[in-house]
């Protein structure tokens, strides 16, 4: 009890001193991780999509992304330094690779799971390829795409703390600070928000995964439907 | 409307699904395709709306070969049915039957008022089905979904590719004669492949009997009925087998595919789930091996969900009968006494399939109907 009183004192006193402090690497943070995120779907939705129309090269692909993964994502900073020096870049592209893996399998996996009697329907029925992938592919896979963006976003946030180790900003820098001076109150400044931020994250994109879910789907419909007789 | 000349369909593995087909098809006439199983009559419709090329020869739709057509705008104004139903599982019902006419960029308005104009026509209250999701839907109704998807904006000629296939006999018989009545307001070209002979000779103006990518004998279901051309359309048409048929004779043609087919991993409660869609009371558990497990009964398996059990712990196992001994006298006194599906197994305990009343039914119709010549009931 002695020993727990004054920590909390401590912890208090720093949030209070600092929290501009807090604040601004917290909004560093949410940038770095959405810049990341951001490039992480611009690249891996397409070429999931792609690999699903050129499927020889789909395994040589996915297995690079599951090296980039498999490499420890400290280390993999490290290699980086040699090609974009040190800073927020290195750290971008490094979250970038590393999160890639689930976003490429679960566009892949969710477009190849679309039953191919549905695709065929739909070219007989006179849909253009690009319509089939707009209006048939990508709804159906959507709860499996969004499962994989739930976990790139996870892995995004929570590995973005290691971007403060090769010279990049966000709450990682309160995290290494604190652990150098073994102060633990800046630790717990700089692990709490990126914990608030990881859970938050991942609590929307659930949320969005339900939303879609053909459950859901079906009750806001039943909703509609009675709105409609009402009105009849 | 639809004329074939001399068309080839060679695959890129070399495999010849269809060969020098000629085949002409007048305007608002059934024709259907029948034929053994990879006979060329899915291969043969999907040329149709270029869904396949053609090897060569010719196909002409309206006068224009379809080879001039670009093929995306030639597909929209052909319907197209198919035997998994492919309603979008993402969209309502109205969104399915809708996807043509928004594809022809047609407003909001004029889509809603055919949508219900055509839930009507199948005698689906609009209000009700509007905005049902397909895993709402029985296997009938979204079959008929499914057919007036094809129908959305009124194309000339429809394709169906054994669109009845999946459904139990009793929702068949219904939707073929919905089709027919619905044919006789609508007045479609319509080119129907099917596998099933009683179907083919209730629904054709003009059956085409297909062997190995070939015509065997084409003509109204009267003149194959009475001049069946070789023993191959004999024995397609089963007319020996039918005319043989007594009480004594073995269960064999009477044999069906069960509704529901589960594992024996499968737990109670997931079954009762498939029963509920299917709209059935009993299932075959059968393994990986084809060894039949017994059949899930509803009340047995509500009893085995409550404990949160195997579907193994729900199933019959004693009400059976042996395919090489049990004669149709057998399987209609079982029935009488309990009308529920009777499995059917071979010696080495392998399920063959199940004989049930509709099943019973349907072999006195046909019997009934092809005494009388009467080719379409
Ligand atoms: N995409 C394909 N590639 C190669 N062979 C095929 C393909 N589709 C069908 N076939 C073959 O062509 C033949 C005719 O097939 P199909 O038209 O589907 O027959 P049916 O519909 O009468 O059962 C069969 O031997 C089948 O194995
Ligand atoms: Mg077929």
């Known amino acids: 009890m002695l020993v727990q009183k004054p920590f909390f004192e401590l912890f208090f006193s720093y949030v209070m001193r600092y929290w501009p402090r807090i604040l601004n690497l917290t909004w560093q943070h949410i940038t770095i991780s959405s810049i990341a995120l951001a490039i992480t779907l611009a690249v891996c939705i397409p070429l999931g999509i792609y690999l699903t129309k050129n499927e020889k090269l789909a395994p040589y692909v996915i297995g690079a992304a599951n090296v980039f993964q498999t490499i420890p994502s400290l280390a993999l900073l490290g290699f980086l330094i040699l090609i974009f020096g040190i800073g927020n870049d290195n750290a971008i592209c490094a979250l970038f690779l590393y999160a890639m893996l689930p976003v490429l399998q679960n566009t892949y996996a969710g477009i190849k799971s679309v039953p191919q009697h549905l695709v065929q329907a739909a070219r007989g029925m006179g849909m253009t390829e690009y319509q089939i992938l707009l209006k048939v592919q990508l709804p159906i896979a959507r709860p499996i795409l969004i499962a994989g963006i739930r976990v790139a976003t996870v892995w995004i946030i929570g590995t973005a703390t290691l971007a403060s180790a090769i010279g990049g900003g966000g709450l990682g820098r309160l995290i290494f600070s604190g652990l150098a001076s073994i102060r633990n109150e800046v630790v717990l400044a700089g692990a709490i928000p990126a914990t608030i931020l990881a859970l938050t994250a991942d609590q929307g994109l659930k949320w969005l995964q339900e939303f879609y879910s053909p459950k859901a789907r079906a009750l806001r419909h039943a909703r509609k439907t009675r709105s409609y007789d009402q009105q009849m | ?377």
Not at chain 2, 178 to 201: G, P, R, S, Y
Not at chain 2, 284 to 311: C, H, T
Not at chain 2, 326 to 343: V, Y
């Open chain 2, 1 to 377: 409307m639809v004329l074939f000349e001399q068309v080839r369909k060679v695959y890129e593995d070399g495999t010849v699904a269809v060969d020098n087909l000629d085949l002409e098809i007048a305007k608002g006439e059934i024709a259907v395709l029948i034929g053994p199983s990879g006979c060329g009559k899915t291969t043969s419709l999907k040329m149709v709306n270029r869904l396949e090329a053609l090897t060569s020869g010719t196909i002409t739709v309206d006068g224009r070969n379809i080879n001039d057509v670009d093929p995306v705008k030639l597909r929209r104004n052909i319907g197209y049915v198919v035997q998994e139903v492919a309603l979008m599982p993402h969209m309502s019902v109205a969104e399915n039957i809708g996807t043509v006419p928004r594809l022809l960029g047609w407003d909001h308005k004029r889509i809603s008022k055919r949508v219900d104009e055509l839930l009507a026509l199948a005698k689906l209250e609009p209000g009700k089905y509007r905005y049902r999701f397909p895993e709402q839907l029985s296997g009938g109704q979204k079959q008929r979904i499914g057919v007036l998807r094809a129908l959305a904006v009124d194309p000339e000629l429809i394709l169906m590719d054994e669109p009845f296939g999946a459904l139990d006999p009793i929702s068949r018989e219904n939707l073929q004669n919905e089709l027919l009545d619905l044919q006789k307001v609508v007045k479609k070209t319509i080119i129907f492949v099917t596998h099933d002979m009683d179907e083919a000779l209730r629904m054709a103006d003009k059956v085409v009997i297909m062997r190995q990518g070939r015509i065997e004998q084409m003509g109204s279901p009267d003149e194959i009925q009475e001049n069946p051309k070789n023993d191959f359309i004999r024995g397609f048409i089963g007319e020996d087998r039918l005319a043989q048929i007594s009480p004594d004779s073995p269960v064999e043609p009477l044999i069906q595919e069960p509704l529901l087919r589960v594992k024996p991993s499968v737990s109670a409660a997931e079954v009762l789930d498939l029963m509920e869609d299917e709209g059935c009371e009993t299932a075959q558990v059968i393994d990986s091996d084809d060894r039949w497990k017994g059949m899930a009964m509803l009340g047995l398996l509500k009893r085995a969900a409550r404990k949160g059990g195997a579907v193994t712990n729900g199933v019959r196992v004693d009400r059976k009968l042996f395919s090489e001994d049990a004669t149709i006298r057998d399987a209609a006194e079982m029935l009488s006494d309990q009308d529920i599906p009777i499995p059917v197994v071979d010696e080495h305990g392998s399920f063959i399939g199940v004989v049930s009343s509709a099943g019973m039914a349907k072999l006195t119709i046909s019997r009934l109907t092809r005494k009388g010549k009467g080719g379409k009931a």
